[in-house]
């Protein structure tokens, strides 16, 4: 009787789809802080080549939350 209350196979769907996405935006965020890190410290090195690579990994990884976030709010207003 609980099976068909409960669907178990979207709640564990959905249960998993929002572990990755919170694992990936994490992960994704956490590049764009190492990045903007590694900016400042090489730049205050002197190494402006090795500063601009961290400073585009920093702008990849913000690119990749901001999409992230603007693909889950489409998703919510479109159901």
């Not at 965020?29 to 402006?48: C, D, N």
């Not at 990994?57 to 976030?69: F, H, I, K, P």
């Amino acid at each position: 009787m609980i099976a068909t209350i409960v669907h178990t196979d979207e709640l564990l769907q959905t249960v998993l789809a929002s572990v990755v996405a919170g694992i990936g935006v994490t992960f994704a965020f956490s590049v764009a802080i190492w990045g903007a890190g590694q900016f400042t410290e090489l730049s205050r090195g002197e190494r402006p080549v090795a500063a601009t690579g961290a400073a585009l990994v920093g702008v990849l990884g913000l690119g990749c939350v901001v999409a992230a976030v603007v693909i889950g709010i489409v998703v919510m207003t479109h159901n």
